[in-house]
């Protein structure tokens, strides 16, 4: 059974940063794409970032150079450094593995981890 738990949201003022934590379990995490995806209030779910398995990264455009993706292999646990928040990252952040599109989301999704970016 896969399970995915997300973690590390809060409350930020803008400028601010904040890391969000993923552990996956139930997947070979080391061969697979991972991504985070937000879904703002009124809003679809969007993709972030994803990273692959050999490591590399791809990011929405509105997040580009303010956020990194990355993963630990040995910890099942994919990450998401924000730098320089908005007010319009506010959302709740989800990961999932990605599938060969490098966009669709593979597993039912987790709880998610609420992120608020105050102005």
């Known amino acids: 059974q896969v399970q995915l738990v997300e973690s590390g949201g809060g409350l930020v003022q803008a400028g601010g940063s904040l890391t969000l934590s993923c552990a996956a379990s139930?997947?070979?995490?080391?061969?697979?794409?991972m991504g985070w995806y937000r879904q703002a209030p009124g809003k679809p779910r969007e993709l972030v970032a994803t990273?692959?398995?050999?490591?590399?990264?791809n990011y929405n455009d509105s997040v580009k150079g303010r956020f990194t993706i990355s993963r630990d292999n040995d910890k099942n646990t994919v990450y998401l450094q924000m730098n320089k928040l908005k007010p319009d990252d506010t959302g709740l952040y989800y990961c999932?593995?990605?599938?060969?599109?490098?966009?669709?989301?593979?597993?039912?999704w987790g709880k998610g981890t609420l992120v608020t970016v105050s102005s």
């Open positions: 139930g997947i070979i995490f080391s061969g697979n794409d």
């Open positions: 990273i692959t398995s050999g490591g590399t990264t």
């Open positions: 999932n593995e990605v599938g060969i599109d490098g966009h669709a989301p593979m597993h039912d």
